[in-house]
């Protein structure tokens, strides 16, 4: 019995850590586990026979940990009129015909990319006569970002690789936005924190509303999509899809972000390690969306 209750309190204090990211990246890190933490804490509290109140603690507390994952894979958002297709290319893509394919008959109004690289370079000249404007911020050999629009953009944006962003303004009806692809590090002991705190302060000095499609290596869950979503003024489009299996683990790290969220589903892998998002979103904030 003891083992058993030395096994929950190191659930528990990892499980307690994963809601900390605002203290320190290693919540944020945790917090991709999330759900493999809960689970053997699930099954510890099942077994803990005549074990009372504990055992009722044990229980609400792992089947608090589970609602906090589920609440963002539920359908709460209505599509809107902006398309946007969201994709890791990987460096090394040898199906670029069959991803370009997939991407020209989602008629997507806006295509944000990543590892976009030189070997695989040869998609956005598949993509171009749909997509002739296209802004790409290569920061290695291997990897780059890029925003295709079928809108001629009224400006581009900097080349930002100190947290690997390319970004262009466009005018859509209601205004000019920014639209933006996004590729952040992994979380701690990454770079993710520090490429964060970089991020966050130009998206809260933006003069426009923006959307973003982005690998951002973190959860829906996590702390720093909360903080990406504070400091944009955007909702995450869900429900959260699995993007990247880490081992044998589906996580959701691909996302896309608009002021007024919207409708995303998973695309195929087409070559990549990453499955690809496609999101109809609002451009606009949406009440009760």
Known sequence: MQLI??????????LGMSFLGALHGLGDSLAVFRIALCLPLLALGLALRGAGLGRVVVLCVALAG????????????????????QKNVF????????????????KADFVTLQEVSVANEALLDLLSEAYPHQTLCRYTERSGVAVLSRLEPVEDGPCERRYGMARITVDLAGGRYHVA????SWPFPGQQPRQLRRLLNDLERLDYP????????????????????????????????????????????????????????????????????????????????
Do not use: C
Request: proline residues 7%; neutral net charge; aromatic residues 8%.
């Open 5 to 14: 209750w030395g096994l929950i309190a190191l659930l528990v204090v990892a």
């Open 66 to 85: 589970i609602a906090s994952v589920v609440w963002h894979k539920l359908p709460r958002a209505t599509p809107g009129p902006v398309t946007i297709y």
């Open 91 to 106: 460096h090394s893509n040898a199906e670029l015909a069959g991803l370009a394919a997939d991407i020209l008959q989602t």
């Open 181 to 184: 692809a996004l590729h952040l």
């Open 210 to 289: 923006i959307l973003i499609g982005g690998d951002f290596n973190m959860v829906p869950w996590s702390n720093a999509l909360a903080r990406v979503a504070r400091a944009s003024g955007t909702e995450r489009a869900g429900p959260a899809r699995t993007t990247f299996l880490l081992g044998s683990v589906p996580i959701s790290i691909d996302h896309i972000f608009a002021p007024g969220g919207g409708w995303a589903e998973a695309r195929p892998l087409f070559g990549g390690d990453h499955f690809g998002i496609l999101a109809r979103v609002h451009h606009t904030p949406v009440q009760n969306n």
